[in-house]
């Protein structure tokens, strides 16, 4: 799997966007980009996933740019509860390889 | 669904003892993963298994370390004997990739994590 790089903190008002930056320079073409967050004493929780297309879900938007060398995940409108240490991942879904090489992700701390 | 279950969620107990942890994966998931999390070492994937097989155990850490699967919804972690440095959150996971492939069915569940404390 492909590295990626985070910051490794920032903080966040409480009802702004909060944007999380990721560079993952050396994904190849047919890896994914997968964002998971662990919140304090929980387990890692899958937020969204994208391949070269902008995606959005419930939770999150994921952007892609058009090199793929980075990518960056939106939470439209934090909230106390997007408090959680956030992980970028490139992998390729679905081969021999299941394994989730959990990086040290980026501490979000969103403020009221 | 109620998701992974694990147990017990803490455990303390002292060096050279016995310890099992216990995990039930989502009914219809077939892959089940073993993770450690140690603040050193981060989240790291210690086994998994498919339809109730080990396919990598590469990441265990050595041989008091052993996983099993007997069925589809059980499986467990024994460390014998258990070392201080063993103290860690041990998650478990489970996952069902689609039979048609695509990444959206690949994504893992977590467990809560069973907090080990070796005195």
């Known amino acids: 799997d492909a590295k990626t790089t985070q910051p490794t903190s920032m903080d966040c008002a409480e009802g702004r966007a909060a944007n999380l930056p990721c560079n993952h320079s050396?994904?190849?073409?047919?890896?994914?980009v997968y964002w998971y967050r662990q919140i304090h004493s929980q387990g890692p929780q899958y937020i969204i996933h994208?391949?070269?297309n902008n995606e959005t879900n419930e939770m999150a938007s994921l952007i892609i740019t058009e090199d793929r060398k980075s990518s960056t995940l939106i939470l439209p409108h934090a909230t106390l509860r997007d408090t959680a240490v956030y992980y970028c991942?490139?992998?390729?879904?679905?081969?021999?390889?299941?394994?989730?090489?959990f990086g040290a992700g980026t501490t979000v701390t969103v403020r009221a | 669904d109620a998701g992974v279950i694990q147990s017990p969620r803490h455990e303390v107990t002292e060096m050279g003892q016995e310890v099992t942890l216990r995990c039930k994966p989502i009914?219809?998931?077939?892959?089940l993963f073993w993770y450690r999390q140690t603040m050193m070492r981060g989240l790291e994937l210690l086994i998994y298994?498919?339809?109730?097989?080990?396919?990598?155990d590469s990441g265990m850490p050595e041989d008091r370390f052993s996983a099993k699967m007997p069925n589809a919804s059980f499986s467990t972690l024994k460390i014998q004997p258990s070392e201080p440095r063993d103290s860690a959150v041990y998650f478990c996971?489970?996952?069902?990739?689609?039979?048609?492939?695509?990444?959206?069915?690949?994504?893992?569940?977590f467990g809560p994590g069973t907090r080990l404390t070796v005195l």
């Open positions: 991942i490139v992998r390729l879904p679905l081969s021999n390889d299941y394994k989730l090489s």
């Open positions: 996971a489970s996952s069902r990739p689609g039979l048609a492939g695509g990444p959206s069915t690949d994504t893992q569940y």
């Open positions: 994208g391949l070269k």
């Open positions: 009914s219809g998931h077939d892959y």
């Open positions: 298994f498919n339809n109730n097989v080990p396919i990598d």
């Open positions: 050396t994904i190849s073409g047919n890896e994914y």
